[in-house]
């Protein structure tokens, strides 16, 4: 299967400051990106979906002001949580997908907003 | 709008047990179906992907089946060890105005005690 890297797979940082969230697909490039959310024995809730090159659109009740996407490469997105309270503190995963090919999924970010 | 259930929330049996898992969706207009495995604080394993055309598909222990006129797949786990012990979660890929995408439900807990 795929490889997909996040990075970190976890942060820990004080109310108010931004996290910088990196997904790679390693072997093969990635023409849509996914970001999902996952809280505490909930199921994952897609966030946002990106094309690259293209703005992120994002779900319903998702700030995009807040939740910064960037999908500058085939290979790399990344997810930058500005201005992070602790109800941001969730499990965030990204998705990317070659064409209409299997989508895959990362190992996950844990962010602990404090 | 698609959703997805997932029954029970958790299942705990000793080693050994068969058992079955539940999902149900109530948009049968389906691409397809995939069944997932979450460990804690980790992201997914896919285990099983069931086209729309398709009616089950098996991978050693486990059996997956898709009834999608009824909205319902079933996964089947075999012999239970406690390696198995983790979420499994469904998801259904279906059509919606902003394109495809996944629907995940909320899980089962499955724990196999030895």
Redesign the interface.
């Known amino acids: 299967g795929a490889v997909v890297s996040q990075h970190p797979s976890w942060v820990i940082c004080k109310s108010g400051t931004s996290v910088k969230i990196e997904c790679r697909s390693l072997d093969f490039q990635a023409t849509t990106m996914f970001w999902y959310r996952q809280f505490p024995k909930q199921s994952l809730m897609l966030m946002a979906t990106s094309n690259e090159g293209s703005k992120a659109t994002y779900e319903q009740g998702v700030e995009k002001d807040k939740f910064l996407i960037n999908h500058a490469s085939l290979t790399l997105s990344t997810l930058t949580v500005t201005s992070a309270h602790p109800e941001d503190s969730s499990f965030y995963i990204c998705s990317p997908k070659q064409g209409q090919e299997t989508q895959y999924f990362g190992p996950g970010t844990r962010l602990l907003v404090l | 709008k698609q959703e997805?259930t997932q029954i029970p929330a958790a299942l705990s049996v000793p080693e050994g047990e068969n058992l079955v898992l539940n999902c149900s969706f109530t948009d049968s207009a389906i691409y397809n179906l995939q069944w997932?495995r979450q460990d804690p604080?980790?992201?997914?394993t896919?285990l099983l992907?069931i086209q729309s055309s398709q009616r089950e598909q098996t991978s050693g222990r486990l059996n997956a089946s898709l009834d999608k006129s009824s909205g319902r797949s079933t996964l089947y786990i075999a012999a239970s060890q406690p390696g198995d012990s983790a979420t499994y979660?469904c998801?259904v890929?279906s059509m919606e105005t902003?394109?495809s995408?996944?629907t995940?439900?909320?899980?089962t807990q499955l724990t196999v005690n030895p």
């Not at chain 2, 995940?104 to 899980?107: A, I, L, P, R, V």
């Open positions: 997805v997932f604080g980790k992201g997914l896919s992907l979660l998801a890929k902003s394109g995408r996944l995940f439900g909320e899980g």
